[in-house]
């Protein structure tokens, strides 16, 4: 199983970008996904995730309303749309996935390389 971020880059304040995160040897809906991030010299932190099917998504508190996930099942892709960036949400993003989806990194079996999102003032 790999997964595979991509979509970062440096955008202004203000801004849009769109992450990716692509699987292969596993279906995402059959599990949950979610993103995490972890700026410098800061732990990792849970972002958002999105359940195996419906709609149930979930976000951390600091990306509600700006940040939104969604699920490609024909492309076996999650997408993370995020908008109004903040100088704060400089970070690499990092796609998970979870047979029971949650919270917390431990909770998340597979995990992608990352992506650098840099946002600047």
């Known amino acids: 199983v790999q997964l595979q971020a991509s979509g970062g880059g440096l955008v202004q304040a203000g801004g849009s970008l769109r992450l990716s995160c692509a699987a292969s040897?596993?279906?995402?809906?059959?599990?949950?996904t979610g993103w995490f991030r972890q700026a410098p010299g800061k732990e990792r932190e849970w972002v958002s995730t999105?359940?195996?099917?419906?709609?149930?998504?979930y976000y951390a508190d600091s990306v509600k309303g700006r940040f939104f996930i969604s699920r490609d099942n024909a492309k076996n892709a999650v997408h993370l749309q995020m908008h109004a960036l903040k100088p704060e949400d400089t970070a690499v993003y990092y796609c998970?996935?979870?047979?029971?989806?949650?919270?917390?990194?431990?909770?998340?079996?597979?995990w992608g390389q990352g992506t650098l999102v840099t946002v600047s003032s």
């Open positions: 999105i359940l195996w099917s419906g709609p149930n998504t």
């Open positions: 998970a996935q979870s047979r029971t989806g949650g919270m917390e990194v431990a909770d998340y079996d597979y």
């Open positions: 040897g596993r279906t995402f809906s059959m599990y949950a």
